[in-house]
């Protein structure tokens, strides 16, 4: 074959490739690549980023290899020629050992569809005028701590400190709905543009994400979405468990935070699950989540939340008297969420009505607002739920049997009520067996333990969680 051929080889490849793959992904992926030249059995294809690069490298070499074979011969060689933008360094080539592909990256910038820009929302100001979306009253000043979420806390003002400097990078905070993640993680992007105005901070929802990285598709403006994300110094992803299923998103975060972490820049996601629980994650994206610090933020216990009680009331400026406060603390649980409403309720119907806040009005309103709503859980569901599950008598779980499956299912009732409720793991011990403390500390650690490695059993559990959710 000869050189001034390689438009004609190309079109040839592009008619086998467009049988093999959807019509969608074959305008978005294979339309972009320009056939540069062919010489010395090595084909030259344009391509418009290092993203788009690595997306067909990631998901489609095969078939490009098996295409250039057919068309022009076993042993074709490939190189890439990338297009770089202005903030990218000029003459390296890459080559990528073991393949028969190589990288080259061109000395100009250039600039594919006439130099079309980016949405407002992705053009890279200054860092002082780059607005990071954080909630200014969500700081570490007026986030309570207490034994539930005091290792995040300490993590979090660490990163704040040093961000990208610690070993928490990235810093993956979990933990249910209400307990505090979204708060913790704008205290730390607030602190963070207080010590170092020249960071560019951003937080970002999942959701809002993926919004933007679908309309950046429809507009053929990802490269601009990608480089906008590409260059932020911290970037804060809310509610990360939204990419779930959701394979290109991820694809596309994927890159962004290999860049981000390879380049020095510190990374901080939340969720209301742990990692090894995000079904419908890629197993890559997984990986990552892990190679920093995940920290766990519990369901506030009852002294943490009376002082976020006092605190809230403190704030706004109310006065509650104290057997209230510890009303309200011993039956809303749930969240610090559902703490904050309530104030606010009481604050309301005692200014409306003009009733003095006291323990009658405090149970009327715990009780329309969250007692129908919800029912807590009590050990006698989890043993009840956790003995059907297993199909086993009630009476199984208290005995000394040392079977198998008791001993499973007796561990499995101590480390769901150590879930969901705030009994001590002495009083767990005793109502469960009528065991000691240590037992049950045992039994929470290797049920944990189990989760990780064997997702059946893990599946189990999510199995028992559904049913006694649905009991409240």
């Not at 344009?46 to 788009?52: G, K, L, N, T, Y």
């Not at 109310?318 to 011993?330: D, T």
């Not at 009505?353 to 006291?358: C, G, L, V």
Request: net charge neutral; proline share 3%.
């Amino acid at each position: 074959m000869i050189e001034s051929n390689h438009v004609s080889l190309w079109n040839r490849c592009l008619d086998i490739i467009r049988d093999n793959v959807p019509e969608s992904t074959y305008k978005t992926w294979f339309v972009p690549i320009v056939p540069m030249k062919y010489e010395d059995n090595t084909f030259v294809i344009q391509v418009p980023s290092q993203f788009f690069y690595e997306f067909l490298e990631d998901k489609f070499v095969d078939l490009l290899r098996r295409t250039l074979y057919k068309v022009i011969g076993n042993g074709t060689k490939l190189m890439y020629n990338i297009m770089v933008d202005r903030t990218s360094t000029p003459n390296q080539t890459v080559n990528l050992e073991g393949s028969n592909r190589s990288m080259a990256v061109p000395q100009h910038t250039v600039i594919r569809n006439g130099g079309n820009k980016a949405p407002s929302i992705l053009h890279a100001p200054a860092p002082q005028d780059l607005d990071p979306h954080l909630n200014p009253s969500y700081n570490f000043e007026n986030f309570i701590e207490g034994y539930s979420n005091k290792l995040s806390r300490s993590v979090a003002e660490a990163v704040a400190q040093k961000p990208a400097g610690t070993a928490f990078n990235p810093l993956f905070l979990h933990g249910a709905s209400g307990v505090g993640k979204t708060h913790l993680a704008n205290a730390v992007g607030t602190r963070i543009k207080e010590l170092y105005s020249d960071k560019r901070v951003l937080y970002v929802s999942a959701h809002l994400f993926q919004v933007q990285y679908t309309d950046s598709v429809r507009n053929n403006t990802t490269n601009d979405f990608i480089n906008f994300y590409q260059s932020i110094d911290v970037l804060i992803i809310d509610d990360i468990q939204e990419f779930v299923g959701v394979t290109r998103t991820q694809n596309t975060f994927f890159h962004i935070f290999n860049h981000l972490h390879q380049n020095g820049k510190q990374l901080i996601l939340t969720c209301d699950r742990a990692p090894m629980l995000l079904q419908g994650m890629e197993e890559r994206l997984l990986t990552r989540f892990k190679w920093g610090m995940v920290a766990e933020l519990e369901k506030p216990n009852i002294e943490l939340r009376k002082n976020i009680l006092r605190s809230k009331i403190h704030r706004d400026g109310l006065n509650f008297p104290e057997e209230v406060i510890e009303y309200i603390a011993e039956n809303v649980n749930d969240s610090v969420r559902d703490l904050e409403g309530i104030v606010i309720a009481m604050m309301a119907r005692s200014t409306i009505f003009n009733k003095e806040i006291d323990i009658e009005l405090a149970k009327r309103i715990v009780h329309g607002t969250v007692r129908n709503e919800t029912r807590t859980i009590n050990v006698e569901d989890i043993i009840g739920t956790v003995c059907k599950f297993f199909g086993l008598e009630l009476s199984a779980i208290h005995t000394k049997s040392r079977k198998k499956e008791v001993v499973q299912a007796r561990q499995v009732a101590m480390y769901l009520t150590k879930q969901f409720t705030d009994l001590s793991t002495s009083k767990i011990g005793k109502l469960i067996g009528g065991k000691d403390h240590a037992t049950v500390l045992h039994a929470v650690k290797t049920v944990k333990g189990q989760c990780e490695v064997d997702k059946g059993f893990r599946s189990d559990i999510e199995s028992i969680e559904t049913s006694l959710k649905q009991k409240k």
